[in-house]
C-alpha cells in the first residue's frame, strides 16, 4: 500500500460523505414532498458504499500497514491517518447489526418524539429514550479507553479531551457568574423598551439586510448560498461550497438576521480551512465547540457589540425605509440585547442561553454517570429549571420535550456552551494586538476575519481543540472572559452603575 493509494481510498469517503451532505441540504430546503421514497434509497445506496469504504477490506490493510509503516507516510499523510483511524475505530469496534439497530431505534424515537410533542407526553418518548441510553452505555463500554467515567467517552467525541471534571469546574463558575449578574440587573437595572421589536420588516429587507452584513463580515456568497429551511442550519461541503439557511419572520426581524450573522460564522470556517486538506478529514473542525465559537463570534462577539451597532443602525434604518425612525439608537440597541427567564432554549437571549446548556449538561451527565431511570427526568428537569431560571415548565413540551437531540446523540449539548466561552477568549487574546471597538466602530471587519483565519480556522481538524484555543489565546479555557463580556454587555444595556 501506498500513500497515494491510501488517499485516493479517503479521498472516495470525503467525496460520498459530501454527497450526502449535499442530499441533506437539498431534503431540507427544496426538495418535493413526493421525493422523500425514492431519496431514501439514493441515501441508503450511498451510506452503504461509504460504510464499505470506511471499515472494508482496502481501509482495514491501510489502517494496518501504516501502524507499522508509518515512517512511508508524508507529514500531512501521518495527520490523514490519524484521523482516519479514529473514525475506523469508533466504526470498527461497534458490530454493523448492532450499529443498524442503533439507527433503526433513532428513527423510531424520532417518531416518538414528535407523537409525544403532539400530545405534550414525555410517556410516548419514555421507553425509546431508555432503549437508546442502554444502547448509549453498551456502545461506551466498546469505545472507552482512559476515560475516567462513561460520559467521558461521549464529550470526547465532539470535544476531544473535555472532561466532566473541566466541565464540572468551568460550568459551575459561569452558573454563579450569570446568576450574579442577573440578580443585579434584576435589583438596580432598568428594563429597555421591546415593542418596537416586533414592528413588521418585510422579508426582502431582512434579506438584503442579512446579505449585506455576511459579506462585510466576510463570508464569500461566490462559494456559498443562502437559503430557507425550517430549523436553520450551514453545511459545508468544501471550501469553495458552504451553503447557509435560515427561516424569516417578518414580525421578528431579530430572528432571522442574528440567523444569519450566526450561521455565516460558520459558513466563514468552512470557507478558510487550509486547501491543502481537501479529500481528507482535515478539511473538517477540531471539535463541534470550536465550529460553535466561529458562529457564536459573529452572532455575539459582533453582532452584540453596541459599536458594530452604532455602525450599522443607520443602513438598518435606511434599508427598513422610515420604520424604525422614531426609534434612536439606545433605545434601539438596549431592546436588542433585553434579558429574560424563558422555557425554550432555542429562543433564549444571550445571557441565559449557557444556563439552558448547563441544565442539559447536568440532566445527561444523570443519564450516564448515575443511572438515573428516564421516569424520572421530566421531574429533575422541571425542577433544575425552577432553581437555575425561577421558572417552571408547565408541561413536557415545554420542558423535556423540546430539543431533538435526545432522538439520536448525547453528549452533545457542552459544546455549544464552549462556543460561547471560546468566543470571549478569542475576542480577549485578539483585543491585545487589534482595537476591536474601533475597527467595529469604523465597519473595518476585515482584520477580524484574518486573525480568525489565521489563529483558529486554517487548522482545520490538523489539530485539537485544545491546542488550537492555547496557541490563539495563550491560555486553558478560562470562563472569566465570557462572564466579564456579559456583565459588561448586560450593565450597560440595563444602565446598572
Ligand atoms: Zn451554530
Known sequence: MTEKEFLALVKEIELLKSTLALSGWDIQTGMPERASEYRAEQNAFLSQ???????????????????????????????????????????????????????????KAFTNWIKAREQKDFGLFKDSLANLIAMQKEFITLWRKDEKTPYDVL???????????????VFGKVREGIMQIRQTIAEKGIEPRVDFLSRKVPKEFQISFAKELSTALGFDFSRGRLDEAVHPFMTGFNYNDARLTSRWNEEDFQMGIFGVLHEQGHGQFEQNVSPDFEYTPLKNTMSMGIHESQSLFQEIMIGSNKSFWKKQYPRFQEICEGRFDDIDFETFFAGLKRSQSSLIRIEADT????????????????????????????????????????????NDLEGILQDVHWTSDFGYFPSYALGY??????????????????????????????????????????VKPKDVLKNATGEDLNPKYLLEELEKLYFDVYQVG
Open 421 to 462: 466561552m471560546y468566543a470571549s477568549q478569542m475576542k480577549h487574546a485578539m483585543s491585545q494586538t487589534l482595537d476591536f471597538d474601533t475597527l467595529l466602530k469604523c465597519g473595518e471587519y476585515l482584520p477580524i476575519k484574518q486573525w480568525l483565519d489565521e489563529n483558529v480556522r486554517v487548522f482545520g481538524a490538523s
Open 155 to 169: 464529550l470526547n467525541q465532539y470535544e476531544p479531551g473535555m472532561t466532566v471534571e473541566i466541565l464540572d469546574e
Open 49 to 107: 458504499l461509504l460504510f464499505e469504504r470506511m471499515t472494508g477490506e482496502k481501509m482495514t490493510l491501510a489502517m494496518e500497514y501504516f501502524a507499522k509503516n508509518r515512517v512511508e507516510l508524508s507529514e500531512l499523510g501521518q495527520k490523514v491517518y490519524d484521523k482516519v483511524k479514529e473514525g475506523y475505530d469508533k466504526k470498527r469496534v461497534i458490530p454493523a447489526e448492532k450499529d443498524e439497530a442503533y439507527n433503526r431505534e433513532a428513527s
Open 351 to 394: 445571557l441565559t442561553y449557557v444556563l439552558h446548556i448547563i441544565i442539559r449538561y447536568e440532566m445527561e451527565k444523570m443519564m450516564f454517570n448515575e443511572n438515573v431511570s428516564v421516569e424520572k427526568l421530566p421531574e429533575l428537569w422541571n425542577d433544575k429549571y425552577e432553581e437555575i431560571l425561577g421558572i417552571r415548565p408547565q
